[in-house]
C-alpha cells in the first residue's frame, strides 16, 4: 500500500509535525513524530518573517537546520516502526513559511527540499503554495481540500477548525464544493503575548486568559482591522498580526493588566472565527476544531458558547488526532502531486482554476 510522510512546520514555530500515512480510497493515520523547534533555530526563522540584515544567507543556513531537523525526525520515526526509506513513496513537506503576500504575488517557504531528499533517500513533495498564487490565488489555505476527502461525506452542515498561529475554515456541505478562508489570529497573538509576559511559550489550557478580564474596547479596536471586514478569499499571516500591531492598539489605551490583555485576544480569535462562520454559512450543524488551538480549553469553551446552536468537536471525536492533522495534509498533498490530482480549490483561493500543487525532487 502506498505510504507517504508529511512535515508540518507552522507559523507557531513549536516545533515539526511528521505524519506518517497509509493512502488508498481513504486517508489511514499510522504513526506520527514530533520535534520540538530548538530555540536558536525559531529565533532565527522568527526573525527572517520581518526584513532584515544579509536574509539571503541567513535563510539558506537556516533552511539547511530546518531541513537536518526534519531528516532526523523523519529516520526516528522509521527506526521506530522497523520502515526503510523505500516503503515511503514520497515526503510531502511544507517548509517553514518565513513571508506570505499574495497581494504581492508572493509566498515564500524555506526548507531546501533537494537536502531532504539527499538526507531522507525519499522523493520531496514541496513548494505547494506557489502554483495556486501563480494561478491568481491566496496560496491558502490549502487544507480545505484534505477536509472535504476526510469529512465532506457527512450530511448536514460542516465546518472543520484549524487553529494553529492562524485560524482557518473549511466549509464542508454535501452538495457543492468545499469553501474555506483564513479568519485572522489563532494562537499567534497570545503566544508572542505570554512569552513577552511571562517567558512561556504558549498559555496552557488558557489559564492565563481565564484569569483575566475581557475587555471590550480593546476588543472593539482589535476587529476594527479591516481584514475582519472583508470576505474571502482571504489569507493572513505574521506581516499584518504581530505584537507591533498589538502595542499599536496598546499605545491608544493604555494601562491594561497583562493578563486581561490576554482574555482579550483570546476573545479576538474566537470572535473572529464565530463571526467568519455565522456569515459564511449561518445553519452550521458541528464545528470540528484541530490544531494546537484544540487543546486550548477556554478557547474551546468561547466557541461552544458563542455557537450555542452548533456542536463544537475537535477532530479526535471521528478518528483523526487534532494534533496531526496538517501534516496528514501534507502527506496527502505529495500523493495528489504524483497522481496529478488537483489539490487547489478555487472556491477557497481564488485561483483561476484547479491546479496540481507541489514540485518533485527524486530520490
Known sequence: MPHYLGVMSGTSLDGLDIALIEQTSKTTLLATHYLPMP???????LALCASGPDELARAALAEQHWVELAAQGIANLLQQHNLSPASVRAIGSHGQTVRHEPARGFTVQIGNPALLAELTGISVISDFRRRDVAAGGQGAPLVPAFHEALFGKRRGQLAVLNVGGFSNLSLLQ????????????????????????????????????ASGQLQPQLLHALLSDPFFQTLGP?????????????????????????????????????ASIVAALNHAQPQTDELLVCGGGAHNLALMARL??????????????????????????????AHCCLEGIPANRPSVTGARGLRVLGAIYPA
Not at 530555540?39 to 526563522?45: G, P, V
Open 39 to 45: 530555540d536558536e533555530l525559531r529565533a532565527e526563522l
Open 304 to 333: 461552544a458558547a458563542l455557537l450555542p446552536a452548533c456542536t463544537v468537536n475537535s477532530t479526535a471525536a471521528y478518528g483523526v488526532p487534532a494534533d496531526w492533522v496538517e501534516a496528514m495534509a501534507f502527506a496527502w498533498l
Open 174 to 209: 454535501h452538495d457543492r464544493p468545499a469553501r474555506g478562508f483564513d479568519c485572522g489570529p489563532g494562537n499567534v497573538l497570545m503566544d508572542a503575548w505570554i512569552q513577552r509576559q511571562r517567558g512561556e511559550r504558549y498559555d496552557r489550557d488558557g489559564a492565563w486568559a
Open 234 to 270: 482571504k489569507s493572513t499571516g505574521r506581516e499584518l498580526f504581530n505584537l507591533v500591531w498589538l502595542d499599536q492598539h496598546l499605545s491608544r489605551q493604555p494601562g491594561y493588566a497583562a493578563a486581561d490583555v490576554q482574555a482579550t485576544l483570546l476573545e479576538l480569535s474566537a
